[in-house]
């Protein structure tokens, strides 16, 4: 749809809305006089039952009288429906000492009739309205006005029905429409991680309670990136993904991957996401055939998963491999693992997408994460640089990128380079006690090889910065990390918190 086409569609749908619903309020209109006409009555009322605001609403009246003044609230106490709000079948209630004339709110002057017919609408169970009809001369039903107040109701069913189905053909529409121009935006991204980014805004925006997550391949495996939550738990930045999960599935397939979640099992990424019921679809992205992500979406409710959600999740995918064969250069050595550097660490847009994210949660008053940034760099390192080959130094960028993960450590986490020689490690809701293990871990490993690729006897530096609410920005937090481990360099200590 062009964009023109887009606007004039989504301008004259808020038009179509008033009209069906103008229609429906005159058919309500011209029922009710027709069976007040039937029923030789001067007076007849349809009030909707409002139980969230405990009030009778006034849909339509009809009179031939000029006492009569129809209110359009009432609360339940102060209505003379009030003792027949749940009222399952049509029945007449005469005036007397329990029901007097005085109650009927609405005459200015003395009502002389018999009584109310009362007439409810039923829904699912419950009376959600009640049509009025008084009677004048006599409270027996004749033949004729139990037929004309049967049909009045059959009438009225299919009528509601009817609007409640041009309604949802309407909303559907609007919805249908709205979706099309966020691809249109979708696809003019311009940059990998903003196209992704827009891609779970618009994920996001379809679910009820759940969330949306995009995994890209980075330090040699395929990790979380990037996730988001509607009213659910999120999944964390930088889990490590299994080859048999569902995520694993989708990427060896290169198509979709619905699964029903019982007990927690299938899982979606990991044995270590934590437990999970509901359901969940993995849409793959690729560029010319390459796997370069998958977002897995799910959702605590399975029904959400309809035909046309499926449909939308998989035009989102397209749109995103798509938008990236065009952003991506053209030769294929170029293009594998685009959400990673040459030597395997994850961009850093990424990570400091991800701490502005976290800042903005904090921001907004949600509950914060317990968030981590550590600057990692070898010990003596202008020392170890002038005495080892460029190649040398790009296999050992190359090895760190992998090991440093801090996954290695039970911990999901990224792995970013911010010079040639410092490491950037994020690791979100961690603990300060899992960190330090994790710098353990390392150095253990570390010490531990002999390829030659890290040199005999290197140490190593880390400064460790807990995000706070102090921090601005990533930018600010970054620097306060850096500024650790400047700490630890001159100190010559190996751990700065």
């Known amino acids: ?37 039937s029923a030789s009555s001067d007076t007849a009322y349809m009030h909707w039952v409002n139980r969230k605001r405990e009030q009778f609403v006034l849909e339509t009246g009809s009179t031939d009288r000029t006492d009569v003044y129809f209110q359009d609230r009432v609360q339940f106490e102060d209505h003379f429906l009030h003792d027949f709000k749940d009222l399952k079948q049509p029945s007449v209630v005469e005036l007397n000492e329990a029901f007097p004339a005085e109650s009927l709110i609405h005459h200015t002057s003395e009502f002389t009739g018999k009584g109310v017919l009362l007439l409810p609408l039923m829904n ?37 029905r009817t609007y409640f189905e041009l309604s949802g053909m309407l909303e559907e529409e609007t919805t ?37 997550a995009f995994l890209a391949r980075t330090m040699d495996a395929w990790h979380v990136i990037l996730s988001k939550s509607v009213r659910s738990k999120k999944l964390p930045i930088g889990l490590l993904m299994s080859e048999n999960s569902q995520a694993g599935l989708c990427l060896k397939s290169l198509s979709a991957e619905f699964s029903l979640h019982f007990n927690g099992n299938p899982k979606r990424i990991s044995a270590k996401e934590g437990y999970f019921e509901g359901a969940s679809t993995a849409i793959p992205v690729s560029t010319k055939k390459i796997r370069q992500g998958v977002f897995v979406v799910w959702d605590e409710n399975p029904l959400v998963f309809k035909e046309s959600l499926n449909h939308k999740l998989k035009s989102i995918g397209l749109t995103c491999s798509l938008a990236l064969d065009n952003l991506v250069p053209q030769s294929i050595d170029e293009i594998r693992d685009i959400f990673s550097e040459s030597n395997k660490t994850c961009k850093l847009e990424i990570l400091e997408s991800i701490i502005d994210d976290e800042i903005n949660l904090r921001s907004n008053g949600d509950l914060p994460s317990s968030t981590f940034l550590t600057f990692v760099t070898p010990a003596d390192y202008q020392e170890l640089r002038a005495k080892v080959r460029l190649d040398d130094i790009r296999k050992l960028q190359e090895a760190m990128s992998v090991d440093l993960n801090p996954n ?11 010079t040639e020689c410092i490491f950037m490690v994020l690791m979100v809701n961690a603990t300060e006690q899992q960190v330090v293990n994790w710098t353990q871990d390392f150095t253990t490993f570390v010490s531990k090889q002999d390829d030659g690729i890290y040199p005999e006897g290197i140490e190593f530096h880390f400064g460790i910065v807990e995000l706070k609410n102090e921090h601005e920005d990533s930018y600010h937090f970054i620097q306060d990390a ?14 700065v918190i």
Request: proline share 1%; charged share 25%; net charge neutral.
């Open 176 to 212: 249908w429409s709205s979706f099309d121009e966020d691809l249109s935006e979708l696809a003019d991204q311009k940059t990998y991680l903003k196209l992704i980014q827009k891609g779970i805004d618009i994920i996001g925006r379809q679910l009820k309670s759940g969330g949306v």
């Open 1 to 37: 749809m062009s964009e023109n086409g887009a606007k004039a569609t989504k301008s004259l749908l808020p038009r179509r809305e008033e009209k069906v619903l103008k229609h429906f309020k005159q058919v309500l209109k011209d029922l009710l006089v027709v069976l007040r006409v």
């Open 408 to 418: 290695h450590s039970g911990v999901p986490g990224l792995v970013g380079l911010h």
């Open 124 to 160: 699912n169970g419950e009376t959600v309205a009640i049509t009025g009809v008084e009677l004048n001369d006599a409270i027996e039903i004749s033949d004729e006005l139990s037929t004309a107040a049967t049909s009045y109701i059959s009438a009225l069913e299919n009528i509601l």
């Open 482 to 495: 850096k500024k650790a481990l400047n700490q630890a360099v001159k100190q010559k200590l190996e751990i």
